[in-house]
């Protein structure tokens, strides 16, 4: 009954012994033929490769993975003499499943015309797990129901994705991406949508979303059919665009390798929603998916400054990386229609006065608080506003300092004044808000020594762009006092090299400055212009090293001490301290301090005095006459 099965085993062991194999490769291969032909003799059963890749699947659970694969290679090369009377040496032959040849015929014609088309470009062992891998898959699509190509859907190949068991994470990885390829050749050949092709991917797939399968309360059907006004555009047609916009504009303004691959990603994405939900392109509904990913990804927000960026290329033609976009509801539009005009009308009337973006940037927010408080407090006109309403609000007004909290009555004042003169309160109702506080005098803090000399230490290690540009900037302040302001504000005019000198106009008072360069200052600016400073259109010195390259806010001078010294300071105010006590300790005249610190006189040098300890000891005072009597000193 077994005798094809016994000479089939000998022409096994004749092939072994005339490639000499390995004695151990031998052995496993026959114990693998015994066992396989008791359980044939004990069932009854007459040899067949089925029953013998039954019998192989029910022993896997007690083997050890070497052991299977190994007696499935035994199982597949007697078959394979069985069939043909020898072994064959094509080893595909010895696929881990019939998968292949259980392939209907249009399945097969597509692999095969994949692996044809491939050929030139694989080696043999890589067009065997090619075959391997795109069987699988498809004997899937085809057991779920799918008859034809265009039958693939989203929700096939997630399915797939998530049903799949393989053995170790890397396998699943590499038959996935041998799966997209083979979806990417049916996609360019138009047998697929062209996004089912991204679809097979570990990260995106966590984050497709599927609106068949979203509750009623978050398919927002009412969204995308009264978003009338948008530009619609065809997924395919969407996605040509986004990739032009990825290969030639974001590479024309200098985006970070990092950022032109995560906005491409988050194209990429949403061409997947809307090919998986037959939606057209429109800004809302990009902007209904940058919301759904909010709990899927930490990158959400830079997905929804991509979704900013194609619309604006989509209605402009190009992007202005200098944008900034606002994704929340002004708050001004969600006051009442009273409070609204008022304020609008009193902001206007700031900005015809010339008052600076600042300046009303600081009424704004000021006023929206108080407005905010009488919105709570149900006040729907002027006439309402008390004094106790006013008092209440400055109980209630939280705030870090007492100077804070002055800063923000003092524009409130000007609004409650500006009300006055409309007639619409009171002229003395402002009085009820307080802008006293107790007058306090604070030691001047500088930087110590120790961390003086960390700042010029850091200065010889600095060789990255961004150590180069924080050593310039904190030089600036430490060595010539400048603020913060100005420091940002430096434009490469400002200066000469040639007279060793920096001239500016200051930002806060507007005076005239021209202070003479020190040379380390000198050399750490000419170190970050020519070797660290990105090599972009800019009149500021300063820049920042991401795209739009714009001038750097004065935060980012604080940023630069603290990377320096390691820890949080107070400020980069510090430096300027710093400079001014140094020049008081050395002797320098106090109207020299004054004139480098760009102060109109001498009366605000007088706080340095006392950081100048040696000199201060000259001047103590006597305690004769106001001796203490008793106790220890008795």
């Known amino acids: 009954m077994y005798q094809d099965y016994d000479h089939a085993i000998g022409e096994v062991t004749k092939y072994f012994t005339q490639n000499h194999f390995s004695s151990s490769v031998v052995y496993s291969h026959l114990n693998c033929y015994r066992s396989f032909k008791q359980y044939l003799e004990k069932t009854q059963l007459p040899y067949s490769h089925e029953t013998a890749i039954e019998w192989l699947n029910s022993n896997r659970p007690k083997w050890k993975h070497p052991k299977f694969k190994t007696s499935r290679l035994a199982l597949f090369r007697i078959n394979d003499v069985m069939q043909n009377g020898y072994i064959t040496g094509k080893r595909y032959a010895y696929e881990n499943s019939c998968n292949y040849d259980k392939l209907p015929d249009w399945c097969r014609l597509l692999l095969d015309g994949y692996l044809s088309d491939t050929a030139h470009s694989f080696c043999d062992n890589y067009s065997r797990q090619h075959r391997m891998a795109c069987s699988e898959f498809l004997i899937y699509v085809w057991s779920v129901g799918v008859t034809k190509p265009d039958e693939v859907t989203h929700k096939n190949v997630i399915d797939y994705y998530n049903k799949y068991n393989y053995r170790t994470l890397k396998t699943k990885n590499l038959y996935n991406r041998i799966i997209r390829r083979f979806l990417k050749h049916l996609a360019d050949k138009d047998f697929i949508p062209g996004s089912l092709a991204f679809t097979l991917d570990r990260f995106s797939i966590p984050r497709i979303i599927l609106l068949d399968e979203q509750p009623d309360e978050k398919k927002c059907v009412d969204l995308f059919q009264q978003d009338q006004m948008s530009v619609k555009i065809l997924p395919v047609e969407y996605y040509s665009m986004a990739k032009e916009l990825g290969a030639v504009f974001l590479e024309r303004h200098h985006y970070s390798k990092t950022m032109k691959k995560t906005f491409r990603k988050a194209w990429r994405e949403l061409y997947v929603f809307l090919d998986a939900n037959n939606l057209v392109y429109s800004y809302k509904t990009a902007e209904y998916w940058c919301t759904c990913l909010k709990n899927d990804t930490v990158e959400w927000k830079t997905y929804r400054r991509a979704m900013k960026l194609f619309e604006q290329y989509q209605m402009c033609g190009d992007i202005n990386p200098s944008i900034v976009y606002t994704y929340k509801e002004d708050t001004i539009n969600t006051l009442p229609d009273w409070s609204r005009r008022l304020i609008l009308d009193f902001l206007s009337k700031k900005k015809k006065e010339e008052n600076s973006v600042s300046t009303i940037s600081m009424y704004r927010s000021s006023c929206l608080r108080f407005l905010k408080f009488l919105e709570q407090k149900k006040i729907s006109c002027c006439a309402r506003i008390s004094p106790e309403i006013i008092k209440e609000f400055h109980v209630s007004d939280s705030h870090s300092t007492a100077e804070a909290r002055n800063a923000y009555s003092t524009r409130i004042r000007g609004f409650l004044d500006y009300l006055s003169q409309l007639g619409y309160v009171p002229e003395k109702l402002q009085l009820a808000l307080s802008i006293e506080c107790a007058v306090k005098t604070e030691i001047v803090e500088t930087l110590t020594d ?124 510090l430096t300027r301290k710093t400079f001014a006590t140094r020049l008081l300790i050395s002797k320098t005249n106090t109207d020299t301090i004054a004139d480098s610190l760009g102060h109109k006189d001498n009366s605000t040098v007088m706080k340095y005095l006392a950081t100048d300890g040696d000199t201060m000891r000259q001047c103590s005072l006597s305690l004769k006459g106001v001796e203490v009597k008793g106790g220890m000193l008795s």
């Open 450 to 573: 120790e961390e003086v000399n960390v700042v010029y230490h850091y200065r010889t290690i600095a060789e990255k762009p961004m150590a180069l540009r924080n050593t310039a900037m904190v030089l600036i302040g430490l060595r010539m006092g400048l603020r913060a302001s100005d420091i940002t504000g430096l434009k490469l005019t400002d200066i000469a090299w040639d007279e060793r000198t920096i001239s500016i106009y200051q930002q806060k008072s507007g005076r005239f400055l021209k202070l003479p360069m020190p040379v380390d200052v000198g050399n750490s600016l000419y170190q970050y212009i020519t070797n660290g400073r990105p090599q972009m259109v800019s009149k500021y010195v300063f820049i920042s090293h991401c795209v739009p390259y714009s001038r750097l806010g004065t935060g980012s001078c604080c940023s630069a001490l603290n990377k320096i010294l390691d820890k949080q300071k107070h400020g980069f105010h």
